[in-house]
């Protein structure tokens, strides 16, 4: 993860505001992101790789098949739970990403939620940034958490697509529905107390952005 000078500022500014947060405020944001997975074939079985974040999706990495099946998926979660996962075909715009906002976020707050006010998190891609998805937002009534470019690092939900690139690796799918099949098993294994626990440690994360002055943590 590189930075650049300003974003190692705009991180620590980020960091210096939520401070003094407590969990209970972190308890209020909907954290989302999208992950792809990739199946390849090989002489060791089937490996796992996913990558997330603002840039490009890289080509899954020594992959021993020419293209590599693979599926992005987007899903949320908050110190009550996750939502459903969202699996997504081809590239995110602006108006496909307000269908996954309408059918899967919207839904993804009513269960983790119910009536209670929260607040929603996701990055700067082009299409979370695009001018018709902020009108999405204000017109739904949603308040939406300023973030930092280049942070996957600060957000808990990547700590759930390990877990479920982890549970991938011993479910070795070898088609594409087993691959789906597979991440749908594992996301609905996630327990309420796992994404509290990642909740919990928000704080922990904010110091550590300020100690590092912007740079990437261990988080």
């Known amino acids: 993860m590189l930075l650049n000078q300003k974003q190692r500022q705009k991180r620590l500014t980020w960091a210096t505001e939520k401070q003094h947060w407590t969990v209970a405020q972190w308890s209020k944001v909907l954290f989302s992101d999208e992950s792809k997975f990739c199946m390849s074939f090989g002489n060791q079985g089937t490996r796992v790789w996913r990558n997330t974040g ?10 021993s098949v020419k293209y590599p099946q693979s599926v992005m998926v987007w899903g949320a979660m908050s110190a009550a739970g996750v ?15 307000q269908e996954i906002l309408e059918h899967f976020m919207l839904p993804s707050a009513e269960k ?5 006010d ?29 973030w930092p470019a280049n942070s996957p690092d600060l957000n808990p939900i990547e700590n759930l ?9 011993d479910a070795r799918p070898n088609t594409l529905d087993e691959l789906k099949a597979a991440i749908e098993a594992s996301w609905a294994s996630i327990t309420p107390q796992q994404c509290h626990r ?8 904010i110091e550590a952005v300020i100690s590092a002055k912007g740079f990437p943590t261990k988080y």
């Open 54 to 63: 603002e840039k490009e999706m890289p080509k899954c990495l020594k992959s």
């Open 83 to 97: 939502g459903p996962l969202c699996f997504i075909k081809g590239r995110v715009n602006a108006a496909s990403y």
């Open 118 to 146: 929260f607040v929603f998190q996701h990055d700067l891609a082009p299409a979370h940034s695009a001018k018709t998805t902020g009108k999405w937002f204000t017109d739904h009534g949603i308040t939406v958490l300023n």
């Open 198 to 205: 990642l909740i919990a440690s928000m704080p922990r994360c």
């Open 161 to 169: 697509w390990d877990i479920v690139k982890r549970k991938l690796r």
């Open 112 to 116: 983790l939620y119910g009536d209670e």
